[in-house]
């Protein structure tokens, strides 16, 4: 038997990067993993990949009808979830004086009100079955800042500040909230990085690499397990120590 058997763990943005590392997980541990990719394509992949142990769905977080209705799908076809990863996340860099309202929105609407929005769909089961885990993807740059990055910070800093609120609501009801904030991840978000870029950024980081997919994984599976029901409201860094705050 494994750690999570026979739970569902809802997963957005399964496609790639974290979020695939994240479904590799979640399957190893015996959960019926609910995968998201934004194209029909990359749901269909996720199919492929779980097999037995769950599926993909269409969904793009920022379509609260599309949100109600794979919610709907899911509960039908695997269960309510037990455990939700918010894990889809954007970004559109610009310094303020050149940031464009739509990148501001965007990034808000797909990195914070889709987790509240979410979240606020999943609880209800939750606290039902006096058993859940919400778990969020934020960023130590929504903890220490970024130039740039004012949006995405903004967002992240929000989720977590949304995260403690909510753990206080449904602490005594079984579930915990509770946020990893990873700092730089090797995947799509940071490949756009040219060689100058990449070794400032490893000057930075005390372990010296970038993380990876998997350890940003391990720390979300240790939140999700039964051994972590007394940890809510936290955030997990996982950065190398680039970032200690
Ligand atoms: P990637 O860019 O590699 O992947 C982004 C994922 O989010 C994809 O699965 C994508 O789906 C999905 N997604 C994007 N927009 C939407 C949307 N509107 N609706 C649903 N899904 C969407 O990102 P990472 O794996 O690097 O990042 C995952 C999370 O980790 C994000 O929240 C990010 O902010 C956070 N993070 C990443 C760090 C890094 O260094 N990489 C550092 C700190 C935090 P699709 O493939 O269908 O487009």
């Not at 609260?64 to 996340?89: F, K």
């Not at 609501?169 to 990449?198: H, K, S, W, Y």
Request: with cysteine; charged share 20%; proline share 1%.
């Amino acid at each position: 038997s494994h750690a999570l058997d026979g739970q569902v763990v809802l997963i957005t943005g399964g496609s790639r990067g974290i979020g695939a590392a994240l479904v590799e997980e979640f399957r190893s541990l015996g959960a019926q993993v609910a995968a998201t990719a934004t194209s029909a394509a990359g749901a269909e992949a996720l199919c492929e990949k779980l097999g037995e142990r769950g599926r993909g769905y269409v969904l793009d977080v920022t379509d609260d009808a599309a949100m109600d209705a794979t919610l709907a799908q899911i509960r039908a076809e695997l269960g309510a979830p037990s455990v939700l990863v918010n894990n889809a996340g954007i970004t559109r860099d610009q310094l303020l004086l050149r940031m464009k309202d739509e990148d501001w929105d965007r990034v808000l609407q797909t990195n914070l009100r889709a987790v509240y929005r979410l979240s606020r769909l999943c609880v209800r089961d939750m606290i039902k079955a006096q058993f859940g885990r919400i778990i969020s993807i934020t960023s130590v740059v929504g903890m220490m800042g970024n130039a740039g990055q004012s949006n995405y910070a903004a967002a992240k800093a929000g989720v977590m500040g949304f995260s403690r609120a909510l753990a206080r609501e449904v602490a005594a009801r079984g579930v915990t909230v509770n946020c990893v904030a990873p700092g730089f991840i090797a995947t799509d978000m940071t490949a756009a990085l040219n060689e100058a870029q990449r070794e400032h950024l490893l000057q930075q980081i005390p372990a010296g690499r970038l993380g990876s997919g998997q350890d940003v994984a391990a720390a979300v599976a240790f939140l999700a397990s039964a051994q972590a029901s007394y940890i809510t409201g936290e955030t997990l860094q996982v950065n190398g120590g680039l970032w200690m705050g």
